[in-house]
């Protein structure tokens, strides 16, 4: 098979082209960055620079493929992020078509259903909504938990104020997954026969936020370690005098709120709450503390 990759060589894109290389398949990479060219012929794939916004791009960057891994990830170094993601989808939307690509699997999010209340993730929704428009195309919509690597994040915090925490309770249930069994389960879904459009979650574990400061307080020497429920002004406030700009900072202010709600979580639980991915909390946290 040809199937052409987007996302670069992330901790999603970096597994996923090692997968599908190992199985034979021809493999294109999509990247904005020139300096990523020799790193994906290194892995056994061609590289495609050029831009995610551009359709004629990625019309060359998708011709000849089997099946395309679509990931449109928000802008979070600019302006109007959900936006630049709906932008970015119907890019890929309409070079799907001028390409004739027959199989997609996108990358999305748990609370994709939601029109908002879900943050950064209304983009997401807006591109599901647009390739759902599509004919004739066989589509994945891969949703996954909350990235266990958002937790590095706190790095900071942890280290200057003894604490973890966010605009949610301790007791909230969290799906969170591996970037590395999102790029297992994208192989396995690009390289199989695929019918109509299909929601399909991705999830490694299902924990409290009380559960994540207490694996983690154990593997950096804090076995203390609080998890601290802000309101969502200190969340917000918190992030924009970190040098957060002030737009990403309400984005993920309100996906906490919609965490807190359960909004976020509501589809994946009503879907029957699958875990099948193989990589649970305890396991990252090996990986959190060598990071730390």
Do not use: C
């Amino acid at each position: 098979m040809k199937i052409t990759v987007s996302g670069s060589l992330g901790n999603i894109g970096q597994q996923l082209v090692k997968k599908l290389v190992a199985a034979g398949q021809t493999v294109t990479v999509i990247t904005s960055n020139e300096t990523r060219k020799k790193d994906i012929e290194a892995l056994g794939a061609t590289a495609a620079i050029g831009s995610v916004s551009d359709a004629a791009f990625l019309t060359s960057a998708f011709t000849g493929a089997d099946a395309v891994f679509a990931m449109t990830p928000p802008n979070l170094g600019g302006a109007n992020i959900v936006a630049n993601t709906a932008a970015a989808g119907e890019a890929f939307a309409k070079a799907f078509k001028a390409a004739n690509v027959k199989q997609v699997v996108m990358l999305s999010s748990i609370g994709a259903d939601l029109s908002n209340g879900n943050g950064p993730i209304e983009g997401l929704y807006q591109v599901e909504n647009i390739y759902n428009q599509l004919e004739g195309i066989n589509i994945t919509f891969l949703r996954a938990g909350y990235f266990y690597t958002n937790y590095y994040n706190d790095v900071p915090v942890i280290k200057g104020a003894g604490i973890i925490g966010s605009n949610l309770p301790a007791a909230t249930l969290l799906p969170l997954v591996h970037p590395h069994d999102i790029a297992a389960t994208a192989a396995v879904a690009l390289q199989q026969p695929a019918t109509g459009k299909q929601v399909q979650y991705i999830v490694s574990d299902i924990r409290t936020a009380a559960d994540v400061a207490k694996v983690f307080g154990a593997v950096i020497g804090k076995p203390e370690l609080p998890w601290v429920e802000f309101t969502d002004e200190q969340a917000l406030e918190g992030m924009k005098g970190a040098g957060v700009p002030a737009e990403i900072a309400q984005l993920y202010t309100d996906m906490g709120a919609g965490l807190r709600a359960g909004k976020i979580q509501a589809h994946f639980k009503a879907s029957g709450a699958p875990v099948d991915g193989k990589i649970k909390l305890e396991d990252f946290a090996k990986e959190y503390a060598k990071a730390f």
